[in-house]
Structure formats: C-alpha cells, structure tokens
C-alpha cells in the first residue's frame, strides 16, 4: 500500500525555508562598511589638513626669509650711502640714513657706530664768529660810520640767530637786514643768507612743503652752488611728484619712479611702501586685462620685497593663467574663409 500524499506534494510547491540569521550579517556588513567608509575618509581629511598645514608653515618660513633678506639687503645700502654721506660733508642726511636703519635694525653695530662718530664729530665746539676789525674812523666818513654803528649790534644778533639755527627768525633778520643797510658786509650777509636758504629748503623739503623747501633750494643757488644733499633732496622730491603724479594712472611707471626713490631713498615720504602699493596695482592691471604672465613678474617682485598670503594668492593665479594661455597660432590665410591671402604685387604685377 502507497501512503496517502498531501496536495503540496501533488503539485510540487514546497515551501521555501528563509536560514536563521541572514539579514542580521547583511546589517553587520553594512554597518562595517560604512564604519571603514568613514575610517578611509578621515585619513583623507587628516592627511589633507596635515600637508596644508605643513604648506602653510613652510610657506609662511619661505615668506619670512624673504622679507628678512631684502631688508638686509636695504639696510645695507643705506648704511653704506651714510658712509659716503659723511665723506663728503653731508652730516645730516648721513643722520637721516642711519636713523631709517635703526628703526629697522635697532642693534645694528655699524650705524650706531657711524652715529656716534657724527654726534662726536658735531659736538667738537667751533670758534664764534667775530666782527671784522673795525676801518679807521679817518677812512670813512661821518655818516657811514655812523650807519655801521648802527648796522652791527643787528648783525650780531643776525649771527646769534644762525648759530643756535633760529632759521625763520634768521631770514627775517636778514632780509630786514640787507633792505635797510644793502652794502653793509654783503660778503658775510650773503653766505648767512645762503645757509639760511639752504637750512629751511633741508628743512621744509622732508614735510609736508616740499615745494617750499625746493623754492628755498633755489633762492639759495642764486647766491652759490647747493651742497650735494640739497641737490639729493631735489632730485627726490622730482621722483616723488612724477611717481605720485602717476599713481593710480599707469601703474607701470609710477613703479619705475617709485623703485628708483625707494633705491636711493626709502625714508623719504614711505618710497618703500608706495613701491609695493605701485607693483600690486600694475600686477593688478595687467591681470584685469589677462596678460597673467607680465603679471607673474610684477607679482613676483611685489613678492620678493613683501611676501603676503593675499598676493601669494594672486602670483598662483597669474601662473597658473600663465601656463594655461594658448598661444594663437599665425597662418598665411585670412579669417574669412574661402579667400586668398592678400600678397605684396606692385602695380601691373
């Protein structure tokens, strides 16, 4: 006898037997997965932020050095000028020089020895003038002698003026001076003038009145030859209105203006400063106008002088415009197409 069969079995529908615990490894699995996911991705981050912050750090010691050697470079320079200053006579601009290198370089051994040999050299005490030996009163008459009498207590005191540099007070005496007696020791008058002149152009030329300064500068040269610091000064003060003259203009050549002055010069009117302002502004221009390698090197000057995350940032860009310009390629035929290229015929050719 067959036993008796169910109707599953007749039709063959088993029923499907789900094994014990397969969606719990597939949910670990996941959850692993996305855990190594995660893992993987903050080594990314971690790595990224490591090289960045090590970029940052040699970049800022890159900048540093930069800026620290320049200005050795600069400090340099000044120093040596001051020497030269000092050779030819020039006390007070060598002063100048030396006082800009201190306040860069406060321990700096050679200008502060160069500054005591001039404050030594100023301290030696010099002789008073004295009056010129008085004429014979036989050999003058009546009235002139009696206007000299009157002309030298003002003279002395004309003297006084200038010794203790009371210049303004000096020029006025002076002036008053020689309308009232004209022929009185004019020699004398006339040098008292001329260093009065020359003292207040010095004076007014390193202010805000450099145009002051420069017209003492002539009224002087009427009465001798400038020193040599004065015509420095003069020669200064014209970079400096040709340079301010085309700032924010063309860029290009208020930079020429300003690195020559910065050169020679860089504690007259901030050169150094309005320098670096000039170079961003014509690496800012040509980059306006997508000429990115100019600018890589404008940048890179500006950079080298006074290196700045926000102008690092500008030299990347410029390179990388640099790199990434196509030159356009010169053919022999016209941009029209379907036309000749124009040839050099004479006439009946």
């Not at 090289?51 to 970049?59: C, H, K, N, P, T």
């Not at 200053?85 to 601009?93: F, I, T, V, Y």
């Not at 008459?141 to 010794?163: F, M, S, T």
């Not at 014509?282 to 940048?299: E, K, R, T």
């Amino acid at each position: 006898m067959t036993e008796p069969t169910t109707p599953a079995e007749e039709t063959g529908d088993l029923p499907t037997i789900e094994r014990p615990g397969t969606d719990e490894r597939r949910s670990r699995l996941g959850v692993r997965l996305f855990g190594l996911a995660l893992i993987i991705f903050s080594v990314v981050v971690a790595t990224y932020l490591l090289v960045a912050y090590f970029a940052y750090e040699s970049g800022r010691a890159e900048r540093v050095e930069q800026e620290t050697i320049s200005r050795v470079e600069q400090i340099g320079r000044q120093v040596e000028l001051a020497r030269d200053d000092l050779a030819q006579g020039s006390e007070n601009l060598a002063l100048t020089r030396l006082e800009w290198v201190l306040v860069q370089d406060p321990n700096n051994p050679e200008a502060l020895a160069l500054r005591e040999q001039i404050a030594a050299a100023v301290a030696v005490p010099t002789a008073a003038p004295t009056d010129p030996p008085a004429e014979p009163d036989e050999e003058a008459g009546a009235a002139e002698q009696l206007a000299d009498e009157e002309a030298l207590p003002d003279l002395r005191v004309i003297r006084r003026l200038v010794v203790t540099e009371q210049w303004e007070d000096a020029l006025s005496a002076l002036l008053a001076f020689r309308q009232q007696h004209p022929d009185y020791e004019r020699a004398e008058t006339d040098q008292l003038l001329y260093d009065t002149y020359v003292a207040l152009g010095l004076q007014y030329v390193n202010s805000d009145k450099i145009e002051l300064g420069l017209n003492y500068f002539s009224q002087a040269e009427r009465l001798g030859n400038l020193p040599q610091e004065a015509l420095d000064y003069r020669l200064w003060a014209d970079l400096y209105f040709q340079a301010v003259a085309y700032s924010g203009v063309n860029w290009e050549i208020a930079a020429g203006y300003w690195r020559d002055l910065c050169a020679a010069a860089p504690f007259f009117k901030n050169a150094c400063d309005r320098l670096d302002e000039a170079l961003v502004g014509h690496g800012d221009q040509l980059a306006y106008l997508l000429d990115w390698c100019p600018a890589v090197s404008i940048y890179q000057e500006a950079w080298n002088r006074r290196p700045s995350e926000n102008l690092g940032a500008k030299l990347n860009t410029a390179r990388e415009g640099c790199a990434s310009a196509t030159p356009v390629p010169i053919t022999g035929t016209l941009p029209l197409t379907g036309t000749a290229p124009i040839t050099d015929t004479g006439p009946g050719g």
